[in-house]
């Protein structure tokens, strides 16, 4: 019998060879049936580990798993990680939506993450849906069985693309020419403020002080950049008074860019306007904006064919530039021009974190500034009271070729 009871014991043990092994055990109850029933429960686990059968606790489709996550997670999440989350899953879903919780292997996970990135996603867009599945698999007791074998993809050290003089003269003519005619003032005002997308979004007439030509940003991404002030340049001064010319009767709780739909062009080619509600913002501009890359990408290509005759002629490319890179631009040009780090800091409304982050990858720029400090050191505090430096190399120079001085 495999079930018994030492001597002198009052609880039940069982014993029996499994793949040339004895396993001897417990069962923690003086009941028999009980331990019966508990020798045939772990005969029956190891048989299943033994020959790779899961243990499906969770029978449960990824599709239904997911929808009960995002319910729960909907009540805690903020509206903007709310939208993340969802967009994450419509890519997740034609992966796994028809998969079972429990059938989802590493393997898998690896295999979505190259189709994502033949897809052109990046490493870190890829990550955060990763980080999406592994919740999901989380609380449905999945996602510690793979854990250890799941591997995040390296995010490269670039924050984005700054564009030269020319990419942007060839932008800026390409929003001249949008349908949408607050194309060009909103990438004006990205790359002269260094604002996020949805901080030019949701900005309101009340946040621009056209006396003081300063700017108050809304409700920002970071605590540190919601309610910074950002002062006009006059460029971004004289597009803004040009743009709120457009709107005689705009209130303050108006929005800057609000919606509105465009019909058929007049007979001078501008756009009609209608179905304009300055109490909602736009939704997006990125029909717009990939149209302008369009028309940008074909004037680059143009004034290089000018230059010089290719031996033969390819189809223009969109420019490559996100609309996060005139951020980029910004901080770029900041920084070249020798803006102290932590005024642009507080320009860019970074937090104490992010703005660790962003030294380390900012430190190739403004090298003229760094040469500049390095040398205020190199004066010492009393540069008038030291010996000439002329001697000093020369002596140095001597004693290192190990000749006598």
Same mark, same amino acid.
């Given at each position: 019998m495999s079930v018994y009871r030492p001597t002198g014991s009052k609880v039940w043990w069982y014993e029996f060879v499994f793949s040339n092994q004895r396993i001897r055990e417990s069962t923690k109850t003086r009941s028999k049936t009980l331990a019966i029933e508990a020798e045939r429960q772990r005969r029956h686990e190891l048989e299943r580990a033994f020959n790779g059968v899961k243990k499906r606790s969770s029978a449960k489709l990824f599709s239904v798993a997911a929808d009960e996550w995002l319910t729960l997670k909907s009540l805690t999440l903020a509206p903007s990680s709310l939208r993340i989350e969802k967009g994450n899953l419509k890519h997740i879903r034609p992966s796994f939506g028809q998969c079972l919780v429990s059938d989802i292997q590493a393997k898998d996970i690896a295999s979505y993450q190259k189709l994502r990135l033949a897809e052109s996603a990046s490493p870190t867009t890829i990550n955060l849906e990763v980080g999406t599945i592994r919740?999901?698999?989380?609380?449905?007791?999945?996602?510690?069985?793979?854990q250890q074998d799941v591997r995040m993809l390296a995010r490269g050290g670039n924050v984005g693309k700054c564009l030269s003089a020319e990419e942007?003269?060839?932008?800026?003519?390409?929003?001249?020419?949008?349908?949408?005619?607050?194309?060009?003032?909103?990438?004006?005002?990205?790359?002269?403020?260094?604002?996020?997308?949805?901080?030019?979004?949701?900005?309101?007439?009340?946040?621009?002080?056209?006396?003081?030509?300063?700017?108050?940003?809304?409700?920002?991404?970071?605590?540190?950049?919601?309610?910074?002030?950002?002062?006009?340049?006059?460029?971004?001064?004289?597009?803004?008074?040009?743009?709120?010319?457009?709107?005689?009767?705009? !209130? %303050?709780?108006?929005?800057? /860019?609000?919606?509105?739909?465009?019909? *058929?062009? +007049?007979?001078?080619?501008?756009?009609? @306007?209608?179905?304009?509600?300055?109490?909602?913002?736009?939704?997006?501009?990125?029909?717009?904006?990939?149209?302008?890359?369009?028309?940008?990408?074909?004037?680059?290509?143009?004034?290089?064919?000018?230059?010089?005759?290719?031996?033969?002629?390819?189809?223009? !490319? %969109?420019?490559?530039?996100? /609309?996060?890179?005139?951020?980029?631009? *910004?901080? +770029?040009?900041?920084?070249?021009?020798? @803006?102290?780090?932590?005024?642009?800091?507080?320009?860019?409304?970074?937090?104490?974190?992010?703005?660790?982050?962003?030294?380390?990858?900012?430190?190739?720029?403004?090298?003229?500034?760094?040469?500049?400090a390095m040398e205020v050191l190199g004066r010492g505090a009393n540069s008038h009271t030291l010996p000439k430096e002329a001697p000093i190399v020369e002596t140095l120079t001597v004693r290192i070729q190990g000749l006598p001085v």
């Amino acid at each position: 019998m495999s079930v018994y009871r030492p001597t002198g014991s009052k609880v039940w043990w069982y014993e029996f060879v499994f793949s040339n092994q004895r396993i001897r055990e417990s069962t923690k109850t003086r009941s028999k049936t009980l331990a019966i029933e508990a020798e045939r429960q772990r005969r029956h686990e190891l048989e299943r580990a033994f020959n790779g059968v899961k243990k499906r606790s969770s029978a449960k489709l990824f599709s239904v798993a997911a929808d009960e996550w995002l319910t729960l997670k909907s009540l805690t999440l903020a509206p903007s990680s709310l939208r993340i989350e969802k967009g994450n899953l419509k890519h997740i879903r034609p992966s796994f939506g028809q998969c079972l919780v429990s059938d989802i292997q590493a393997k898998d996970i690896a295999s979505y993450q190259k189709l994502r990135l033949a897809e052109s996603a990046s490493p870190t867009t890829i990550n955060l849906e990763v980080g999406t599945i592994r919740s999901i698999l989380r609380r449905n007791k999945v996602w510690a069985e793979i854990q250890q074998d799941v591997r995040m993809l390296a995010r490269g050290g670039n924050v984005g693309k700054c564009l030269s003089a020319e990419e942007e003269v060839a932008l800026l003519h390409a929003c001249l020419e949008s349908r949408s005619r607050c194309l060009y003032p909103v990438v004006v005002l990205g790359l002269n403020t260094g604002m996020r997308h949805n901080e030019i979004r949701l900005l309101q007439w009340k946040q621009i002080d056209f006396s003081n030509r300063t700017l108050l940003v809304g409700k920002s991404k970071t605590e540190n950049g919601t309610g910074r002030t950002v002062p006009l340049n006059q460029r971004l001064f004289s597009v803004l008074q040009m743009w709120a010319a457009n709107f005689p009767n705009r !209130e %303050p709780g108006h929005y800057v /860019f609000a919606t509105e739909k465009y019909g *058929a062009g +007049t007979d001078d080619f501008k756009p009609c @306007v209608y179905a304009s509600d300055p109490t909602k913002p736009m939704k997006d501009w990125k029909e717009a904006w990939e149209a302008a890359k369009r028309r940008a990408g074909a004037a680059l290509m143009h004034s290089a064919m000018q230059k010089a005759t290719p031996v033969r002629q390819e189809p223009a !490319e %969109p420019l490559k530039c996100r /609309f996060h890179d005139l951020r980029h631009t *910004a901080c +770029t040009r900041l920084l070249e021009g020798g @803006v102290p780090y932590p005024v642009v800091s507080s320009i860019m409304g970074w937090s104490a974190a992010t703005a660790i982050r962003m030294a380390k990858r900012y430190a190739h720029i403004g090298q003229s500034a760094m040469r500049e400090a390095m040398e205020v050191l190199g004066r010492g505090a009393n540069s008038h009271t030291l010996p000439k430096e002329a001697p000093i190399v020369e002596t140095l120079t001597v004693r290192i070729q190990g000749l006598p001085v």
